[in-house]
């Protein structure tokens, strides 16, 4: 696996300690080599602003905004833009979300996909998929 798509709203939009727990993991991801983006079904304009700090601060390679391409998830086109993105095939590419719709339509295009309801029942599945260690 080379990528790593997460959802924001019902993952990575915590606060506190869990912040810095996602912050240190997506960091470890991209010391080896893991692309990442935030995949939202997100309109765009200035509300998303904490989503884009996530790209602008260097936690993510790429946020995607369903509302600025045009589809949402749970169609393809929405995680092809997100795979694009980061230049990593779909097929090579994990999605996170919390919506098991979104999971579902994930699975469907080609990609692995994984139902977040906790951060550290998802840290384990990621760190088994991508070959992760550490305490995060």
């Keep these: 696996m080379q990528g790593l798509i ?10 506190g300690e869990d912040v810095k727990r996602w912050q240190a993991l997506l ?5 080896n080599e893991v692309s990442t983006a935030i995949l939202s079904n997100d309109p765009g304009g200035p ?14 390679d790429a946020v995607v905004l369903s509302g600025e391409i ?13 795979a694009d993105a ?8 994990t999605m996170i979300d919390d919506d098991i719709l979104n999971v579902r ?7 692995i996909g994984i139902l977040h309801t906790a951060f550290d029942r998802t840290v384990v599945e ?3 998929l991508y070959g992760i260690e550490g305490e995060f």
């Excluded at 045009?70 to 997100?82: H, I, T």
């Excluded at 339509?105 to 990609?111: C, K, Q, R, W």
Aim: a negative charge; aromatic letters at 6%; glycine letters at 12%.
């Design 6 to 15: 997460v959802d924001y709203v019902g993952v990575l939009d915590v606060e």
């Design 27 to 31: 960091a470890e991801l991209k010391a």
């Design 47 to 60: 509300g998303a602003e904490p989503i884009r700090e996530w790209e602008f601060r260097g936690h993510v």
């Design 70 to 82: 045009g589809a949402e998830k749970p169609e393809k086109a929405a995680f092809q833009a997100a």
């Design 86 to 93: 980061i230049g990593v095939p779909l097929e090579d590419c």
């Design 105 to 111: 339509g994930a699975v469907e295009a080609g990609l």
């Design 126 to 128: 990621i760190q088994s």
